[in-house]
Every structure is written in C-alpha cells, then in structure tokens.
C-alpha cells in the first residue's frame, strides 16, 4: 500500500519560515520524481516545486528564491524548505510521486501565513 504522509507546523506569520516535510511509504521511492503542489481556497491547485530522479529541481516563478526542495532517498522522504512566508502562499499543500503513469498523493497539510 502506497502512503505519502506529510508533516510540518501549519501557522506562521508573514516573513517566517516553515519546512514540510513527505514521507513515502510502499514505493522505490529513489525513482519517482518528487513534487510539492499546493491549493489555495477557490483556486486550481499549483505545482510549487519538483525534485525529479537526479535531483534537479524546478520552482514556480512565485516561490523562486524563497522555496527549497530536497530529497533524502535514504528516508524516503521529501521536504521543502518555505522562507520569506507570504500570506498568498496559504494553501493546503500536497505532496505527489510521480513515475511514467503512476502518480501517488499525500492527504494534504494545510499551510496558514498570517499578515
């Protein structure tokens, strides 16, 4: 059974920082590209970032220079590292595996950035 469990504080203030984290069970996790999304209330949910295979990594133009992505294949686990907190990045974020047509999603963590 396939199960992504992501973690992380859910309340900043605008400015702060806040790491989430996804662990991945039920999967060879070292081959699926990793991604972060995110769904704002009333909004289509967003790719924030990926990390594929080799470990290059792509952001969205909005969380460029303040997010971080990262995985560690040994843990299975993927995280990102969110800086410089806004109020627009407040959404329930998701984690996904990705392989060919194989796609895998955590139940979602819900992130607040108060102003």
């Known amino acids: 059974q396939v199960q992504l469990v992501e973690s992380g504080v859910g309340l900043v203030q605008a400015g702060g920082s806040l790491r989430l984290s996804c662990a991945a069970s039920g999967i060879i996790f070292s081959i699926f590209t990793m991604n972060w999304y995110r769904q704002a209330p009333g909004k289509q949910r967003e790719l924030v970032a990926a990390i594929a295979t080799s470990g290059s990594t792509n952001y969205a133009d909005s969380v460029k220079g303040r997010f971080t992505i990262s995985r560690d294949n040994a843990k299975n686990t993927v995280y990102l590292q969110m800086n410089s907190l806004k109020p627009e990045d407040t959404a329930v974020y998701y984690c996904?595996?990705?392989?060919?047509?194989?796609?895998?999603w955590g139940q979602g963590t819900q992130v607040t950035v108060s102003s």
């Open positions: 996904n595996a990705q392989m060919v047509f194989h796609a895998y």
